[in-house]
């Protein structure tokens, strides 16, 4: 499956950005999906994911609360609604899919990456 992330932008601390992910060449539908984040000079990290038929979803602790992961099979698409932004969520976005629920979080064993989309949060 091919992923194309979208919706980055520059936004204040506070606000709200959408990130979207459109999924290709691939049975969409047969993956469970997640979103990553790099910032400047750290590791890639794990923000959220779904599952493919539960939509159970999962979060980093610190974005618990304030974003939130969801899917549209029929479109085969993927979201990431942030909202309360804050400065420390300055990075780039990943999406991402995978096969394997129990890898879902761990950046090492995702199969299927898309190309980031920036998201800077200022103060």
């Not at 990130?19 to 910032?39: D, E, I, K, M, N």
């Not at 609604?81 to 420390?88: A, G, V």
């Amino acid at each position: 499956v091919q992923l194309q992330a979208s919706g980055g932008g520059l936004v204040q601390a506070g606000g709200s950005l959408r990130l979207s992910c459109a999924a290709s060449a691939g049975s969409f539908t047969t993956y469970h999906v997640a979103w990553f984040r790099q910032a400047p000079g750290k590791d890639r990290e794990f923000v959220a994911a779904s599952h493919l038929t539960t939509r159970t979803p999962i979060y980093e602790d610190s974005v618990k609360g304030r974003f939130t992961i969801s899917r549209d099979n029929a479109k085969e698409m993927m979201y990431l609604q942030m909202n309360n932004l804050k400065p420390e969520d300055t990075a780039v976005y990943y999406c991402a899919a995978d096969s394997r629920w129990v890898d879902i979080a761990t950046m090492e064993r995702i199969a299927y990456w898309g190309q980031g989309t920036q998201v800077t949060v200022s103060s």
